[in-house]
């Protein structure tokens, strides 16, 4: 039982280590200063609706580019690229991060406060026609 364990939780960490870098978190401050700087790519993956209604300034529609997303990153895969839902409940990012990083994008990260939290900071956002 004792060597189940020790098997178990080395697993555990192995799989932990494994998924730490996939789509880890950004945090409001870098995510504002990547935005300023122009150093992001920005993935919104909220749906069509709420994109049209109010995004992150220079975000890609993720759902409506969904099919041919590549054509939206940039060549350098080592390039800064952050998914984002509606708020820190919402799954849907991590469709955007998953596509980024099998296309080989290995700096992909996730803004867990997602469109709201980035409202309620004050933040500018666009709207689409």
């Known amino acids: 039982m004792k060597h189940l364990l020790i098997a178990f939780s080395v697993l555990s960490l192995l799989t932990l280590n494994a998924l730490a870098g996939a789509g880890s978190d950004i945090s409001l401050a870098d995510l504002k200063k990547a935005v300023a700087d122009k150093s992001v790519t920005l993935l919104d993956a909220n749906g069509a609706e709420s994109y049209k209604a109010a995004h992150i300034p220079g975000a890609v529609d993720y759902f409506s580019s969904e099919a ?30 998953t596509a980024a990083e099998k296309l080989g994008y ?12 980035w409202k309620s900071a004050g933040e500018p956002v666009e709207s689409a026609k």
């Not at 060549?75 to 991060?97: E, F, N, R, T, W």
């Not at 290995?106 to 939290?117: A, L, Q, R, Y």
């Open 106 to 117: 290995t700096n992909v990260k996730h803004f867990p406060g997602g469109i709201s939290g």
């Open 68 to 97: 041919d997303i590549a054509k939206s990153l940039p060549a350098d895969k080592g390039a800064l690229i952050v998914a984002y839902c509606y708020s820190p409940a919402c799954p849907a990012y991590k469709q955007a991060v």
